[in-house]
């Protein structure tokens, strides 16, 4: 049974930063593509961050240059540390996993954890 258990998300003020952990149980880790992904109330899922099983980075514009995607394999575990934020990162942080090759599309995602909320005050 694979899980994905979020944390690290809290309250925090426009500029500061947070570091985002996904601990993940269940499957040969390594192999898998990690991907961050964030819902504001009443919007639409949106990609974030992708890290591949070769370590391989993709970032959404918006926080290019901002946030860093990282893993480490042996700890099971994805990052997203998030420097600069803006109240516009305001949202449900989710992590989610497919195997190998890493995509922006959610639908492409086979497992998802339940998600730790990001809130950036102005």
């Known amino acids: 049974q694979v899980q994905l258990v979020e944390s690290g998300g809290r309250l925090v003020q426009a500029g500061g930063s947070l570091r985002l952990s996904c601990a993940a149980s269940g499957l040969t880790f390594s192999t898998y593509a990690m991907g961050w992904f964030r819902q504001a109330p009443g919007q639409e899922r949106e990609f974030v961050a992708t890290i591949n099983w070769r370590d391989s980075t993709t970032y959404t514009d918006s926080v290019t240059g901002r946030f860093t995607i990282s893993r480490d394999n042996a700890k099971k575990t994805v990052y997203l540390q998030m420097n600069s934020l803006k109240p516009e990162d305001t949202a449900v942080y989710h992590c989610?996993?497919?195997?190998?090759?890493?995509?922006?599309?959610?639908?492409?995602?086979?497992?998802w954890g339940q998600g730790t909320q990001v809130t950036v005050s102005s």
């Open positions: 989610a996993a497919r195997p190998i090759a890493a995509t922006t599309q959610a639908a492409d995602y086979d497992y």
